[in-house]
């Protein structure tokens, strides 16, 4: 005989010592919220809402939101929202990415403990995707990923403009001299102008995408704009899904397997995505028992063509890949290298998803697979003698003519440092030299934030120089651009390599043969080792304390190391 399952509000009951008045008592409080005691028999979908007054990019998730209520009543389910923690990108310090386990705990915790048969994951923002495909995939409860969407570009003076490529264009121009302090002030009020992520393929959408790929988000979700129609229908069929599932459940465990994460960095290399998504998919395979390995992502970047021509590697933006067919334009180019018997929430295989007829595709978006816009991936992994553990260059967005070069590091110890003295006219660099920025990464007291891509020190961008070699153990925004080389492993606050490096020490870099190199003898950094002291004291409470006792090295995904599945 099965074994009885309970299901919606009897679910998980608050202990009293008596099963029977604790349901007796949830229900009693359920009524006093206005729930019929019809209502209360349902199939309960909770609904993880990510909206905060400090998120912008989630200002539309009340209409959101009631969309997928309508689809869960449609369906026969009760919908039940319950808010969590919420990572608005630019509003938090040090960096939202200190708190992307947090929230990971906040939504695994919520979706365990409370009554429900399903859940719909709402959120959008860079670092709450990843958090929530987290707490997902540790809770193993049924779960659907409903994106934000991205923006709409703005039409301005002649030109499109849109979230971030282009606040990092405008900004490049005004410290070189070339855009006034009232005109960037006129730009800044039109580069974001309507709900939604940012409008290329920074990390925001690099997650969406994955979501998609992952088969954690419903077939053609990822790119719809938050503005449009078709994400409020998406909205709605999540919620009629959510209470499918819970009925028949298909599980994150049954979703993200090896094969699929595999899909899913394929998808990556397609898109010329962002570096982040490395970090965060890692973590997201973590937390089901998988190793996402960079030296895999290298033989997998080598046989994985750029189909799609987006910013800031490209012209387009994310409303754009909508219209020209969406990430399934993009797996169906990629169909031959990917696992196609691979379960989604959806119900139905990878395969059986692509199998049906294909629709229009804009080729100036998407390219097709005999015809890529590069014939290579657009990341690539680092190891050497600076980057033992590995390092991490898009180089889909880098000048090629600096990937196989020597240069002169010019050392900057902190980001404070950085700040005090990437401007100044003492400072010794040339365009040939190689900026090296130290202690920015997981345990540095900044937690690693999108400072890798380090400003052209200003006397050489007013003299025209727009790229150079940039190192460092940060991470970059997936909006930016430049030849630069992140996520260096071991970080300098662990005592790594680029810890010891000094001015003057020569580097080399060489993306062919996949290395970065530290030009200095073993005796010497030895002596230097001898008296390395760890850049900051550890905190003495909170969460801050929790996150540097806990928290892993970049090629772990920088989540906690008792939140990993062994």
């Not at 209360?40 to 209520?69: M, Q, T, W, Y």
């Not at 992502?297 to 969406?326: I, R, W």
């Not at 998407?366 to 014939?375: D, G, I, M």
């Not at 550890?538 to 920088?558: D, I, S, T």
Request: one cysteine or more.
């Amino acid at each position: 005989m099965a074994k009885y399952e309970p299901k919606g509000f009897a679910r998980g009951l608050t202990h009293y010592g008596d099963a029977g008045f604790s349901l007796y008592l949830r229900r009693s409080f359920a009524k006093s919220m206005g729930y019929s005691g019809e209502m209360l028999e349902r199939p309960v979908v909770g609904i993880a809402d990510s909206r905060s007054g400090f998120n912008n990019c989630h200002r539309h998730f009340p209409e959101l939101i009631e969309a997928v209520k309508r689809g869960v009543l449609a369906a026969g389910g009760l919908p039940v929202e319950f808010p969590t923690t919420s990572l608005g990108e630019v509003f938090l310090s040090p960096t939202s990415m200190m708190f992307r386990n947090l929230m990971s705990m906040d939504v695994e915790e919520m979706v365990r403990a409370q009554p429900m048969d399903a859940v719909v994951l709402v959120g959008g923002c860079d670092k709450t995707v990843p958090a929530q495909l987290m707490g997902a995939a540790s809770a193993d409860l049924p779960a659907v990923q409903l994106l934000a969407g991205p923006m709409m570009p703005t039409s301005f003076r002649g030109e499109r403009l849109g979230a971030c490529t282009d606040c990092r264009r405008f900004w490049a121009l005004h410290r070189a001299g070339n855009v006034d302090a009232a005109e960037i002030e006129n730009i800044e009020g039109n580069l974001a102008t309507t709900a939604g992520t940012c409008a290329v393929m920074g990390t925001a959408s690099t997650m969406a995408a994955i979501a998609e790929a992952l088969g954690m988000a419903l077939p053609g979700s990822a790119a719809i704009p938050a503005v449009h129609a078709d994400r409020l229908r998406v909205a709605e069929a999540s919620g009629r899904r959510a209470v499918e599932l819970a009925s028949t459940p298909i599980r994150p465990s049954q979703v993200i397997t090896g094969k699929a994460v595999e899909n899913a960095l394929r998808v990556l290399l397609a898109i010329g995505g962002s570096t982040n998504a490395i970090v965060h998919l890692t973590a997201i395979a973590g937390r089901v028992g998988i190793e996402v390995s960079l030296k895999k992502l290298n033989e997998l970047s080598d046989s994985t063509p750029v189909l799609v021509d987006l910013k800031p590697t490209g012209q387009y933006y994310m409303s754009d890949l909508h219209a020209a067919g969406g990430i399934g334009a993009v797996l169906r180019e990629l169909k031959p290298l990917l696992h196609l018997d691979c379960m989604t929430v959806g119900g139905q295989t990878l395969g059986e998803i692509l199998a049906k007829n294909s629709p229009w595709v804009d080729r100036a978006v998407v390219r097709e697979f005999k015809s890529p816009l590069s014939p290579v991936g657009g990341l690539v992994a680092l190891f050497g003698s600076l980057a033992p553990n590995g390092a991490i260059l898009k180089r889909s967005a880098a000048d090629p003519q600096l990937f196989e070069r020597e240069g002169k590091a010019v050392v900057f110890s902190s980001l404070d440092d950085l700040a005090a003295r990437i401007d100044g006219p003492a400072l010794e660099v040339a365009a040939q030299d190689f900026l090296v920025l130290q202690n920015a990464g997981p345990t540095s007291g900044y937690a690693m934030p999108e400072a890798g891509y380090l400003p052209i020190p200003a006397k050489l961008a007013r003299a025209g120089v727009k790229d150079m070699v940039r190192i460092s153990d940060a991470r970059m925004s997936g909006t930016a651009f430049g030849t630069i080389v992140l996520h260096v492993s071991p970080e300098a606050a662990a005592g790594g390599p680029l810890a010891l490096v000094r001015n003057g020490d020569r580097i080399k870099i060489s993306v062919k043969e996949r290395r970065i190199d530290l030009l200095v003898s073993e005796a010497e950094l030895r002596n230097r080792k001898s008296s390395w002291k760890p850049p900051v004291a550890p905190p003495l409470r909170g969460y801050a304390k929790l996150y540097m006792e806990h928290v892993l090295q970049a090629e772990h995904g920088c989540d906690f190391d008792f939140l990993r599945k062994a």
